[in-house]
């Protein structure tokens, strides 16, 4: 059974973006992976823009996106309104662009994601 999570982008006026991640999406793999390597807007907008992904990687030539490596049909980033973010899945992770920081939510509420929250468990 996969670990699935969104992984999304809070843009400027609170807007909410995610695509779909199928696979390891604990915050010990996908949380450290987003720490460590998509620590810039440019980064996080470009994994967003692959659409709904398998799983991430270090890099974007190493990450698994449906649509691009696997060739089925895109799906976009879809939007949640501000402040009507639910998570969707068993993990959520969102760059927040004004403050250029993780967040992330195993229940209800985003908090910062911090390197003691990706340690192994």
Not at 32 to 50: K, M, N
């Amino acid at each position: 059974m996969s670990t699935r999570s969104n992984i999304g982008v809070r843009e400027s006026d609170g807007t909410i973006r995610v695509v779909y991640c199928h696979s390891d999406g604990y915050p010990s793999y996908n949380g450290r992976i987003l720490l460590a390597h998509y620590t810039d807007e440019s980064a996080v907008r470009a994994l967003i823009g692959l659409g709904d992904l398998s799983f991430i990687a270090p890099t974007l030539e190493k990450t698994i996106a449906y649509h691009r490596d696997r060739g089925e049909p895109k799906a976009e980033a879809h939007a949640h309104p501000p402040g009507r973010f639910k998570r969707e899945n068993d993990y959520a992770y969102v760059f927040d662009v004004r403050e250029a920081r993780w967040y992330w939510s195993e229940d209800a509420e985003l908090k910062p994601l911090t390197p003691e929250d990706v340690v192994n468990e």
